[in-house]
């Protein structure tokens, strides 16, 4: 394996695959701001360029700053990538979202979700800018996309995919995955996968777990799925690797609310098919007594779940996908 020097990592304003050595994995620091200090605020970026011209696949990690599931996912794929194999070019963006990650938090530093404000705005507020310059300076070069998350603080998850199933080739990336769960999910609501699919990148959206953690197990799962794109677009010489899971295809998915406070016990477990009228959660107030069950509105499987007992009027109870008809 070929690398550039690593204790003198070019800083680049752009991404430009053309400019990147063939043969070799480099490693760059892309400026995107200053921070309140003027102090450069750099993205790490990691470029495999095979000796053959060819598509780019973009890896890109924690747009939440929380979420730390992708960041090993992408280091582990270019520490274990033959790049004398590789045509074409992969991406790996281990963190987009610096100034969370460092914080330990999930936002952005004025309480923007930067993954609601995509594609950002040239002239616009702190968060604006920081999306406007990473789509434009990164993003772009990009011809398919995997964009990694996990669930949120309090909350857990399966190893779901979010994807457009109406477009085929986002529809075989999906599959390709062997995860868990796929959601139907048309990529229209301020997204990085929805501004990658306006610009014509195929995109989707790999939610790998829970938050602040490693999970071996779902990281190892998502590098089998990366692989198995790179052999299915031809990038890579493997085959494709199918594992002994029946994925379930979801039409829709939505969340399920708490209408009041308290002590809250959500029963179903991730990946838990549960039926309409089903007993799903219980909320107790602070003596213990029993204030309110909550029940199924409709057959489903538990894609995602609160874990964290204080739940304030309006609190997430469960993610409920709705499954496709077989055909």
Request: hydrophobic share 40%.
């Amino acid at each position: 394996m070929i690398f550039s020097d690593s204790t003198d990592v070019k800083v680049i304003n752009k991404l430009d695959i053309s400019q990147a050595p063939k043969g070799a994995i480099t490693r760059y620091w892309l400026y995107v701001v200053k921070d309140g200090m003027g102090v450069p605020i750099h993205v790490p970026v990691i470029v495999a360029k095979g000796k053959e011209d060819g598509k780019v696949l973009g890896l890109t990690a924690a747009v939440h700053g929380n979420e730390l599931n992708g960041i090993p996912v992408i280091q582990r794929f270019f520490k274990d990538l033959d790049i004398a194999n590789l045509k074409g070019a992969v991406v790996g963006v281990p963190v987009i979202n610096v100034p969370s990650l460092v914080r330990k938090k999930r936002r952005f530093i004025d309480g923007t979700d930067l993954n609601h404000i995509m594609p950002g705005k040239a002239d616009g507020n702190v968060s604006q800018v920081y999306a406007y310059r990473i789509v434009q300076n990164l993003i772009k070069e990009f011809d398919y996309l995997i964009d990694l998350h996990t669930a949120s603080n309090g909350r857990v998850n399966s190893y779901y995919i979010r994807a457009d199933m109406s477009s085929e080739i986002v529809r075989r990336m999906a599959l390709l995955q062997n995860a868990q769960i796929i959601v139907h999910n048309p990529p229209s609501d301020g997204t990085l996968r929805g501004t990658a699919d306006e610009l014509g990148i195929s995109a989707i959206t790999l939610e790998v777990g829970n938050p602040n953690t490693f999970q071996k197990g779902m990281i190892r799962d998502s590098l089998t799925g990366i692989h198995n794109i790179l052999g299915d677009l031809g990038m890579l010489d493997c085959p494709v690797e199918n594992i002994d899971i029946e994925t379930v295809l979801c039409k829709n998915s939505f969340w399920i609310y708490s209408d009041t406070g308290g002590i809250m016990t959500v029963y179903p477990k991730v990946t838990d098919l549960v039926k309409k009228g089903e007993v799903i959660a219980t909320m107790r107030n602070i003596f213990g007594d029993n204030v309110k069950d909550y029940y199924a509105p409709e057959d489903g499987i538990v894609i995602g779940k609160s874990v964290s007992p204080i739940n304030q009027t309006g609190g997430r109870i469960l993610h409920l996908g709705i499954l496709s008809k077989k055909s």
